[in-house]
């Protein structure tokens, strides 16, 4: 999962929690070392992909003569256990180059043998290759306008149909899977497009996580619980280490703090560190897995408990700086190659991003920290976001708006009534499980939680060391798949169009 | 019904048979007299709205800086039977004046006291007072672009949303009506927002009239089928009369045709009295109804047998044209009050107007006419029809795009496994139902289907002449949404949130 993982952390965690009385920026830095990336971007898939471009719509839901220019949407695809007529299954893409979804989600190439499936990846517009005005596709408004979701939904929609009729295999059915926002595009799909997908396995997916769906505060509620259930000490530790931090906002104090965190260079501010450790903790929690992994970097099984061990065993005197920073160079340490640390220097992250440009418009998601999460306690204060938003980008957000056209407000009421054969998956390690759907609401829309689950297990390759119940919740999600796809195929035989 | 018909009947009709070996226009003009578009407007609907206006978004798919502008949006309202978290009705406005359609849609006041619903009526976009650009709406491709269906399905869900709101009843159930496209709105509304509509009933509804799902020749076969069930002299008339039509295409025939025709001035061409003629002959079909009505003119009860009387009162020497002037004279002369007839001077309805926009872009229903039809017999030559959009308005067709985002193909089998509570409702005189859902799919979503039924004849208001079938059909309407209103209250107490 190494890039993809890396990739989703780092854009999912755009809503921080406000931090100290006077924030430095609205949105905190997250670090993310430049050697990390390259690490992560020499994963390969599983299996050889053939790469393919198809010639996309810039606007399906307009005429203006803008519109109908065309951009070349980038998918990955591999036959090699396919026959014709048998289920395609479609990686409906996220934020990012399609290639780190395609080497990072082992599940599919491990289980389309048996299904004898076609595997596609669609690349989602404006990111990798797919970049509809190429290099000056981020320039502004004008362009970034058309990196929607439902955009993105229709050029799936565009996209499998004409593949199904080039391969001339009209009657095979599709299956949509994704992970975190690929997770969310694949349920809308779901349940915006029966008429192309049959069912959906969305992994990770916080589809309820707008508005006031669920708590604002249960994304850092479930963080700081996390710690909590390794060790209380550990949680109290990083609750009161950003007392410490804020107090060495002076000359002295920040030198002081630059050695603390052995920096290659003296810091400047306190807000780099607070952002650096507030990355460490949210991440690891985030990759909560229960085997060794590189899923953004490389951690041990359970790397949550592995840092607390790591506070647990300082003596109590010791500064909490000393213990957090011992605790978050597990995540960034792990190896042990780094002889000093950039708190200050990554890349600018949050500059024009894809992602935060989704976040300034429809993927407004308020977060905020409660008085009994581990970060200090703040409020999402919507109009000083939606000013940054208008700053950065010339645009509004329309923070209704993900709501009004995906629903999610009684979501099971409207479910049971409404709609199949989708598979809400979510491990409770993960704090975006909170906004995902964790009950069964019908026969055919069913939650499959996994307590000691992070953010889309599932969808890793299977090891030899994955424990029973990770296996097992593979074995259910196979098993629901193929009933989908063996009800399809008993009423296509009924349907004698297709006899 | 009176106003909506004919405009529906106008505006739907635009894909004519190629009529002839050489066609005047590709879209044959509508004929329609300005004396009953002057009679049409004067009608009032049965009880009193008010009417309003709400900000609109002009574009909800992209957040391009023009998207974000507002234009204002009229619906009309009625709250006299209505309380609080009782049920709102809402029809979604198809292609017209949505004061056309309040005034015509009696249905809805009829039903309301027994419900207390809050009745709702949204004008489309475009249509109306309802435009974007002002009086600049319709001056191209980069004003129109906006005109498309799945912006006016976000406008209901917005509109709606915000309604809910401000009257502080967001836990009414919503239901939508619509006919014709207006029924195609509210069914494809259902099934996109179910979150924000418990149920659908789409009268009228074509939504199949797209592709190949339904053959092409359809609509024509079953205009010709009304006439044939009525008299096969009749059948045979009409359709040996365009031979006799093409040989006047001379200057002494187009004398003797006005003589025949009784025009006010002397005909230019052969191809308006063929206008006239197929206008009659397909409205007539339409309105085919059970009493005597006015919905776009006067006419008396099953006007179809009325017009094969006629033709059937003839000598059999007498000349074809004689006989299908006598008829449809019916059409347009029921009231005697015509002394001529204006065939080549009424107002260019196929102009600019927005329904022809929207059938040169995603509205795209190939029809022909067989070798069985009363018409001639042509092909739908689809570069013929695109060439002609592009050259019109600077866009091309996107012929796929509607089954692509609202489905059709195969549609028993995809809502039999997905989705609830629908009404589709079809009258078998109206050559539309061909294009509609005519099969029961799922125990909820059910088709209605009546023999003797025309054009969403269930939303004229009742009369003390209705034939039981339509008592009937009306009153399973209110008792299958009484169930799904029921069930919703049910879920409701259920869910703790509105306890």
Known sequence: MGLKGVFLLLIFLFPLCMAFAIPTTLFPRVHYP???????TSLKPKIPFETRFYPQLLDHFTFTPKSSKRFYQKYLINEQYWRNG??????????GDIEWFAANTGFLPDIAPKFHALLVFIEHRFYGESKPFGMDSYNSAETLGYLTSQQALADYAVLIRSLKQNLSSEASPVVVFGGSYGGMLAAWFRMKYPHITIGALASSAPILHF???VPRSSFYDAVSQDFKDASLNCYEVIKGSWAELQQAFTEEGLAELSKTFRTCKNLHSVSSVRDWLWSAFVYTTMVNYP???????????YPIQEMCKIIDAFA???SKLDKVFAAASLYYNYSHGEKCFNLENGPDLHGLS???????TEMVMPMTCSNESMFPPSEFDYEEFATDCRKK??????PHWITTEFGGERIEEVLKRFGSNIIFSNGMQDPWSRGGVLRNISTSIVAIVTEKGAHHVDFRS???DDPDWLVEQRRQEVEIIHQWINVYYADMKQDKKFI
């Open 34 to 40: 430049v050697d990390s990336l390259k690490q992560v």
């Open 86 to 95: 048998a289920p395609i299954f479609v990686y409906t893409g996220n934020e």
């Open 211 to 213: 508005d006031n769906i």
């Open 291 to 301: 085997t060794e992994a590189n899923f953004m970097r490389p951690l041990p099984a």
């Open 316 to 318: 109590p005197e010791t």
């Open 354 to 360: 894809g992602w935060n440009w989704q976040a300034c």
């Open 393 to 398: 980008y010339g645009v509004s957000p329309r």
């Open 462 to 464: 299977a090891t030899k």
